[in-house]
């Protein structure tokens, strides 16, 4: 039951986190010129954004694979969790002109597969209840 609570709360924080990436990431292309005004220069920063994209994915991997292992067994998370990262890499590195839609859509994948995987894990309440793949 304790992996249950530790991977509920990455699960908690990784969904915090990739909202915040996603909102972030819409609002800083239309705030760029005023950013400096308001000393929030430092948030157009690209170190700030590939911290950012770090982070959720070491939240996820840590949170959402263990859980598959450990818990429920449901792979819908980890695609969700690639699919969001595929998204993120495809408006940073090759389509900068939609970079400001595709990057949040990522964002919220990766925040949506932390919420599936905070439910599955919320399904198991016993330990070593493990459920089929769907």
Do not use: Q
């Not at 909102?23 to 005004?37: E, K, M, N, R």
């Not at 308001?38 to 911290?51: C, D, H, Q």
């Not at 597969?113 to 399904?123: I, P, R």
Request: proline residues 5%; aromatic residues 8%; contains cysteine.
């Amino acid at each position: 039951m304790r992996h249950t609570r530790h991977s509920s709360r990455l699960d908690k924080f990784g969904m915090t986190a990739s909202t915040v990436c996603a909102i972030h990431c819409a609002i800083v292309p239309v705030l760029i010129t005023t950013l400096p005004l308001m000393g929030l220069g430092f948030l157009a920063n690209p170190w700030v954004e590939w911290g950012m994209i770090i982070l959720a994915l070491m939240l996820g991997i840590s949170s959402i694979a263990v859980s598959y292992f450990k818990v429920h067994r449901r792979p819908l998370p980890i695609g969700l969790l690639l699919a969001g990262f595929a998204a993120i890499a495809v408006g940073h590195l090759f389509v900068s002109w939609m970079e400001a839609v595709i990057v949040p859509l990522g964002g919220l994948t990766i925040a949506a597969a932390h919420f599936l995987n905070n439910k599955y894990g919320a399904v198991c309440k016993t330990e070593g209840h493990v459920h089929k793949p769907i």
